[in-house]
């Protein structure tokens, strides 16, 4: 079947780095989404990783391995308002989206 | 911007009621989802349509229908409300295009509540 596991909760402290990892085993791959959700609100759109490396758009970085099937998302200099669930989704050969569970991340002043 | 308005952002029904979701984007876009949320679970497919008139089933399509009269309006329909349809339903709506990166715009959500 297909999997996308990922964190269920972390903390971090605000100033601080934040690593949070997405692991997942599809049928094919066709690229990896990040979405930030915060709470009550819509997901809306961060990156988009197809090739391995690391790519960075300000305070918030994303890494993809397509050998080891992993993604990281990076997030530095924390401020309260990256308080949120962060999903990690994958394109599978077909071209759905296959959504992990969400990683809510709390960040304590 | 693109924008997706969800009729309704919370919803009381009652058990065995015929429950209508309406969403709307505002962008053209050909590809429109139903997802549903659920506590400790991603986000799971209910249907999806690349076109006026064309529905294709998603992961957990039971107990559900749509309609797409109109390029702009996908419709979620919940024959016979139950229980555990309580839920948050989010919509989306994308380009279609031939390019791998299709960002995916999501509406603010309905929290259904079936009692």
């Known amino acids: 079947g297909q999997n996308i596991d990922q964190p269920t909760e972390m903390t971090a402290t605000e100033g601080a780095i934040v690593q949070i990892n997405c692991t997942y085993q599809t049928s094919g791959f066709n690229g990896l989404f990040w979405y930030q959700q915060h709470a009550g609100e819509a997901p809306t759109f961060l990156s988009y990783n197809v090739l391995d490396g690391l790519e960075e758009k300000g305070r918030f970085s994303s890494f993809l391995s397509r050998s080891k099937g992993y993604s990281y998302l990076l997030l530095k200099e924390l401020q309260m308002k990256d308080s949120a669930s962060y999903l990690c989704?994958?394109?599978?050969?077909?071209?759905?989206?296959?959504w992990g569970a969400g990683t809510k991340l709390i960040i304590k002043p | 911007d693109v924008k997706v308005t969800q009729s309704s952002r919370y919803l009381v029904k009652r058990t065995g009621e015929k429950v209508f979701l309406e969403c709307v984007q505002d962008m053209d876009h050909e590809n429109m989802f139903w997802y549903r949320q659920d506590p400790g679970l991603g986000l799971r497919l209910i249907y999806f349509?690349?076109?006026?008139?064309?529905?294709e089933k998603g992961d957990i399509p039971e107990g559900y229908s749509v309609s797409r009269e109109k390029k702009e309006r996908f419709s979620l329909i919940l024959e016979s409300a139950s229980t555990n349809q309580t839920s948050m339903y989010l919509c989306a709506s994308s380009p279609y295009t031939d390019s791998q990166n299709t960002e995916a715009f999501f509406g603010q959500g309905t929290r259904l509540t079936v009692v």
């Open positions: 989704a994958v394109t599978d050969s077909n071209y759905q989206l296959i």
């Open positions: 349509s690349y076109d006026v008139k064309m529905k």
